[in-house]
C-alpha cells in the first residue's frame, strides 16, 4: 500500500510545503494565513492541471449545435424506445469523432488528492492514546513544518482539529460555518445548472429532474455528516473546490453556454440585440468569433477576438 | 461478490444522478458493472474496471455492452415482441 500512498502524501505535502515557502516572507511562516493559502494553492494547482482537459470537453459540447439537426431526428424516430435512444445517440457522436460527456476521470482524478490531504492533516492532529500530541509526519509535511502546521489557525481554528475530535469551540463554529459554505456552493452550483445550463428539460428527464431535486437537499445532510470528521484543513480545500467548480460553471454557463439550454437562448439574445444595435445584420453563423466582445462604443467595427486557448 | 459490490454501485448512481450525466459510454459504467458483475461475478468486476479505465477523456466512447448480442435495444425490443407474441 505505501508503494501508492508515499507518492501520494509526498506530491500533496511538497506542494503545500512549496506554497508556504513562497508565502512565508509575506504572511510569516506561522501564519494561518500562509497555511490556508497553501491548502487553497493545492486545489488552485489541480484545477489548473486539469482545466484543458475541461476546454476539450467544452469544445465537443460545442460542435453538438451541428448535430443537433440529427439529435432531433433520433429523439423524435425513437421517442418509445430510450435505450435505442440512448444507443444511436452514441452513434452518432462516435460518427463525428466527439463526445460531450465528460466521463469521470476529472472526479476520480481528484480522489486520491484528497484521500492523501485527509490523511497528512490527520497525522498532524494525530494524539497518543492518552491524548498526547504526538503529530505523525508524512512526506514534506515534517520538522518544522509540522510543528507549525500544527499551531496554524484559520479564523481561530486549528487547521488540523475536526469537530468530533475538539471541545474546542472555536473549531466548532468554524467548521459548521464551513460547512454551511460548502453546502451553498453545491447548491447554487446545482441549481445554476438545472436553471440555466440544461437544455430543456423533455418529459424522459422527468425523473431525472426529481432525483436531482432530492440531492439538492440531501447534499447539506452529506456534508454535514462527513464534515464533522474532517479537520479544518480538509474543509478549507473541500470549500476552494466547490467555489472553483461553481465559477468555472459561472463562465462557461455566460460565455459558452450547452446549446438548447435557457441560458444558450438568453445569450443568443443579447448577441442579437447588440448587433441590432450595431446596424448590422444578424449572422447566425457568426456567433463564434464574439465570444470575447467586450462593450464597446457603438459605431465602431468590433474586431473579432481570437479566443485564448490557455487559461 | 454480487451481494458486496451492487449496493455500492446502486449508492453511487443514486448520487450520482444529481448531476448530468457524464458517461462516454452506453450504457453508463456503472450499469455495465452491475451487469457485468451480475453476469460473470469476479470476472464481472474485471470487466468494470477496464471499462472505467477506458471511460476517460481521450476516449471516444460509444456503445459498449457486457454482451452485445444479449442487451442491445434490438434483442430487448425482440425479446419484448416474443412475449407478447406468447401471449
Known sequence: MGVILDPLYNIVSGVIVGIHKIFSPIFGADSGVTWTISIMGLVVLI??????????????????????PHMKEIQKKYKDDRQKQSEEMMKLYKEHKTNPLASCFPIIAQAPIFFALFTVLNGIAAKTPEGVSAPIARGFLKGEYLDSAAQATFFGAKISQSFLGTTDTTVRIVTVLLIIFMSATTFT???????????????????????????????????????????VGVLIYWSTTNLWTWGQQ??????????????????????????????????PTDTDSDQDQTPEAPGQRQQPKKKKKKK | MKIVVTPFIKIYQFFSSSSSPRCKYYPSCSNYALTAIKRHGGKGVLMATWRILRCNPWSLGGVDYVDEEIDCADAVQTRKNQLIGVK
Open chain 1, 189 to 231: 452550483t446545482q441549481r445554476q445548472l438545472m436553471v440555466k445550463g440544461m437544455p430543456k428539460i423533455d418529459a424522459s428527464n422527468n425523473m431525472m429532474l426529481q432525483q436531482q431535486k432530492i440531492m439538492l437537499y440531501l447534499f447539506p445532510v452529506i456534508f454535514a455528516i462527513s464534515g464533522v470528521n474532517f479537520p
Open chain 1, 47 to 68: 484545477r489548473i492541471i486539469l482545466i484543458p482537459l475541461f476546454v476539450k470537453q467544452i469544445k465537443s459540447q460545442r460542435a453538438l449545435t451541428v448535430l443537433q
Open chain 1, 250 to 283: 459561472f463562465y462557461v454557463i455566460k460565455r459558452n453556454p450547452t446549446p438548447g439550454s435557457p441560458a444558450y437562448e438568453e445569450l443568443e439574445r443579447k448577441r442579437a440585440a447588440k448587433k441590432k444595435q450595431d446596424g448590422k445584420d444578424v449572422n
